[in-house]
């Protein structure tokens, strides 16, 4: 049964093909940071790496929503298409650069805020073409099966790509992710019977303000996005921030957090291969319970417990959040009209990860003025009392996987209202 979990979806030639091309481009992904802060390294130092991450994240922030109009005017397949094209030109620029010599500064920022605009534009696509190459009667199989390829890429990405800079160059590295995005382009090329446009013709702020209603209109969507948002500022920054010095500092250096990271990827590809073919009656109610998970890497990091505990918590996290993603995105691409997908979902990433910036930044400075450990004690503590009262909306107790109530939460959506991963 296992070993035949995807072979259903996996049928369907077009999900196949694009589960070829995501998990290359997914594996390039998890590759280039490697080369990419070993190569800004070299050009500028410390500071150089900073003004480089800025410059990816930036746009990616600010170019979501029009991502969402374009691709729900345009079709999906265009706009990730010419995202990938972006990107594939970017990375290959970044990669030759390098090998030319010591570029300049300014230009490798140049070519990482276009980088960023692609992933921006790219982003609220992904969604919005997934239940056009899946059907809506497997779009949990689809994406746990998207899920288990891109934690398979988180954990085998930094070793290969670590290792390529070792043997050759960074930007050898660059290079392969370009060829990558180049492989995603031809595999979204091969597509076939989808919808060729779009159908949001209004202004852009008229379209982005009916995203926002379709949006806003639904509490099953909303409040857990509003949770996630939330827990990404007071949870998830200070475990990525303040991770690694505890492990520095208590668990055996970079090494034992490289094991943690690894258990969370290893949980996060048993997460996707548990929930695929499963369809529990209440699929947000379930997703939402597996994030009780989150608390448990951030307390072991809180609590004198050894590494093994901390990996054993980390796994935990991985797979309830492999499922929670999963069951999160299959339930949005099936209760919301696929013409408003794109701008649903750029709503949604947008609104999850508003605060991340800010809170990475902030997370260091907290956790030296108030403690390390108190700060990681409050983040799993909170993480329990915010899962607790978000599984008590209603709305999200009451979404079915069955037809009839899944129309009836559409049907009464300004009263019902919906959620995000």
Excluded at 283 to 291: E, K, N
Aim: hydrophobic content about 55%; proline content about 5%; aromatic content about 6%.
């Amino acid at each position: 049964m296992h070993r035949h979990r995807f072979a259903a979806v996996l049928a369907q030639r077009d999900l196949r093909w694009f589960a070829a091309g995501y998990a290359a481009s997914k594996l390039g992904s998890a590759m280039a940071p490697i080369a990419t802060a070993f190569a800004a390294l070299s050009v500028g130092g410390a500071q150089a790496l900073g003004w480089l991450m800025a410059a990816r994240i930036l746009p990616v922030v600010v170019f979501l929503l029009l991502g969402g109009v374009l691709a729900d005017r345009l079709g999906s397949r265009r706009v990730m298409i010419a995202a990938d094209v972006l990107r594939c030109a970017g990375q290959a620029a970044f990669g030759a650069l390098l090998l030319a010599g010591h570029p300049a500064l300014v230009t490798l920022l140049i070519i990482a805020t276009a980088v960023g605009i692609g992933e921006g534009a790219f982003t609220p696509s992904l969604p919005a073409l997934i239940p056009q190459i899946a059907g809506r009667e497997r779009l949990t199989e689809a994406n746990a099966l998207l899920s288990v390829l891109a934690s398979s890429a988180q954990i085998t990405g930094p070793v290969l790509g670590g290792l390529l800079a070792g043997v050759t160059n960074p930007a050898a590295v660059l290079l392969a992710d370009a060829a990558s995005y180049a492989v995603s382009v031809v595999v979204l090329l091969k597509l076939s019977g989808l919808r060729p446009t779009g159908t949001a013709h209004g202004s852009l702020l008229r379209d982005l303000r009916d995203g926002w209603t379709q949006f806003a209109s639904r509490s099953w969507l909303w409040v857990p996005i509003l949770q996630f948002c939330l827990f990404n500022a007071l949870v998830w920054a200070p475990y990525l921030v303040l991770g690694p010095l505890v492990a520095q500092t208590r668990l055996g250096g970079p090494s034992a957090w490289g094991f943690v990271m690894a258990a969370n990827g290893i949980g996060a590809v048993c997460g996707g291969m548990f929930v695929a073919n499963r369809r529990p009656r209440r699929p947000l109610l379930v997703a939402t319970a597996m994030t009780f998970g989150y608390a448990a890497p951030v307390a072991a990091l809180a609590s004198p417990l050894p590494l093994a505990c901390v990996c054993v918590g980390a796994f935990i996290a991985g797979l309830g959040g492999s499922i929670d993603q999963a069951l999160v995105a299959a339930t949005i691409q099936r209760l919301i009209p696929v013409e408003i997908l794109g701008r649903v979902s750029a709503w949604e990433t947008l609104g999850a990860f508003a605060l991340g910036p800010l809170a990475l930044a902030a997370a260091g400075p907290i956790g030296s003025a108030v403690g390390v450990t108190h700060v990681l004690a409050f983040s799993a503590v909170w993480q329990l009392v915010s899962v607790a009262l978000t599984l008590l909306v209603p709305s999200i107790r009451g979404i079915r996987s069955e037809g009839d109530h899944a129309g009836q939460a559409v049907n009464q959506g300004s009263a019902m209202v919906g959620r995000g991963s």
